[in-house]
């Protein structure tokens, strides 16, 4: 089970970090990711970083911007959200997979979901 909190409501150029605990006790051989969805829009991959070593990859559009990273101790991944956008408004989810390598598609897992209101 994943539990997303940390949503609300963000002026653009500030931050916000997302946090999403995982009710597993094997969080470690799953890699982890963060999608989004926005109001009429297709859900969409965010981040990820993958369960061995920690290697993180991004969407384009919250590359350079955006952080993911986690605590295995704690079964935690969390999103930075540095300088949001009016466009990054969105419902955050995570989730996690098995699949090996730097997966975008194909994940098991989804938690609830934490709504991200950037107001500009």
């Known amino acids: 089970q994943l539990q997303a909190s940390g949503g609300g409501l963000v002026q653009a150029g500030a931050s916000l970090r997302l946090s999403c605990a995982a009710s597993v006790r094997t969080f470690g051989i799953y890699n982890m990711a963060w999608f989004r969805q926005a109001p009429g829009k297709e859900r969409e991959f965010v981040a990820g970083?993958?369960?061995?070593?920690?290697?993180?990859y991004y969407a384009d559009s919250v590359k350079g911007r955006f952080t993911i990273s986690r605590d295995n101790a704690e079964n935690t991944v969390f999103l930075l959200m540095n300088k949001p956008k009016p466009e990054d408004t969105a419902v955050y989810y995570c989730?996690?997979?098995?699949?090996?390598?730097?997966?975008?598609?194909?994940?098991?897992?989804w938690g609830q979901g934490t709504l991200v209101t950037v107001s500009s």
């Open positions: 970083i993958t369960r061995n070593n920690g290697i993180t």
């Open positions: 989730a996690a997979s098995r699949t090996p390598g730097l997966p975008r598609t194909g994940y098991d897992y």
